[in-house]
């Protein structure tokens, strides 16, 4: 499970960050609140994972969001309870489920899960939250982002036109969850994480929408670092879902940013139980694409990396835990 590991100066303490597609979104407003409160078994499950790894901060995905926080509320309190105390929260509203009242996918309807800003059947469904021994301070929220004012970005076209229509594509947002920068602010210092949750590039037609928006998605932070990186120590952190050698989708945009001169690619391994998977891979779909690394971990060069790793909280598990321990620098 150990990748990397370098001298630990002895008046320094190591920061452990870990990255988790949780898979506990519900299908409905409401229901994942419910479910912590009554102690679902998938809820306790991933109490239990986080518990094992102990991190100092942690990026969830997949977990529903709602206006006064209280799925997220309920959570940290339940991991508090059992002594992983991470006090500090940072879940703004994301794109998923969030209604525009237009035919985004151009099918002719209005009103379904593929209209909102980000797919979802509700608002909120599958959003981002992070969880923080130290306190959070937002630099951007960049969930806002127009797909359309992403320098070279390649919008859906049909019959040599804007698809569905420049009009309508001037509102489609980029994220399809979000796209973040916030700070942490460490006993250490401040650590900037850049944090997004990307689309599928699957099932958006003939047009190729969907393949098209989630490479821009990642796309999007290979411009940000190339026009205004972090002044701060960084980590770009999050869910590409795009595999840089197998699977559907613009393959060689995730390679691109994976080879970009201000990031370490730590490429931490661990074979999902009962499988023969590649161990590099970070969630397992057995009766969709197969296995697929999708879920990233990158710390800019500045930042000395003590140890990384892969976590697969049981044979159920669809994606895996990625988390590593940093050292900031002097």
Do not use: K
């Amino acid at each position: 499970m150990l990748l990397l590991a370098t001298a630990l100066p002895c008046a320094a303490e190591p920061l452990r960050l870990a990255l988790w597609h949780t898979g506990l979104g519900r299908d409905g407003p409401g229901l994942l609140l419910r479910d912590i409160r009554r102690g679902a078994a998938d809820v306790l499950a991933a109490r239990d994972a986080l518990l094992g790894l102990a991190p100092d901060a942690v990026l969830l995905l997949d977990i529903d969001h709602d206006r006064d926080a209280l799925a997220l509320s309920a959570f940290a309190a339940l991991l508090a309870e059992a002594g992983l105390a991470l006090p500090h929260t940072y879940a703004p509203r994301p794109n998923s489920g969030l209604a525009t009242g237009l035919d985004l996918d151009g099918n002719g309807r209005r009103g379904e899960a593929d209209d909102a800003q980000g797919w979802g059947r509700f608002a909120g469904a599958g959003g981002m939250a992070l969880l923080s021994r130290w306190p959070i301070r937002e630099d951007h929220d960049f969930t806002d982002f127009l797909w359309q004012d992403l320098p070279g970005t390649q919008l859906p076209m049909r019959d040599g036109q804007l698809f569905p229509s420049p009009g309508i594509l001037a509102r489609q947002r980029l994220s399809s969850t979000g796209h973040w920068q916030v700070r942490l602010n460490t006993p250490q210092g401040p650590l900037t994480l850049l944090a997004w949750h990307a689309g599928p590039p699957l099932f958006g037609g003939p047009h190729d929408r969907n393949a098209l928006r989630n490479a821009a998605e990642t796309a999007f932070w290979r411009w940000r670092l190339d026009t205004a990186p972090p002044e701060t120590p960084f980590v770009l952190i999050g869910d590409a879902n795009l595999d840089p050698g197998a699977g559907a989708g613009n393959r060689a945009e995730i390679a691109a940013l994976l080879a970009h001169p201000l990031l370490q690619d730590l490429a931490p391994q661990a074979t999902p139980p009962g499988t023969d998977t590649p161990p590099t891979a970070t969630a397992h779909w057995p009766d969709g694409p197969g296995a697929l690394r999708v879920d990233y971990l990158l710390p800019d060069r500045r930042l000395t990396v003590l140890q990384s790793g892969l976590v697969w909280p049981g044979p159920e598990a669809t994606h895996a835990i990625l988390w590593a321990d940093l050292l900031m620098p002097d």
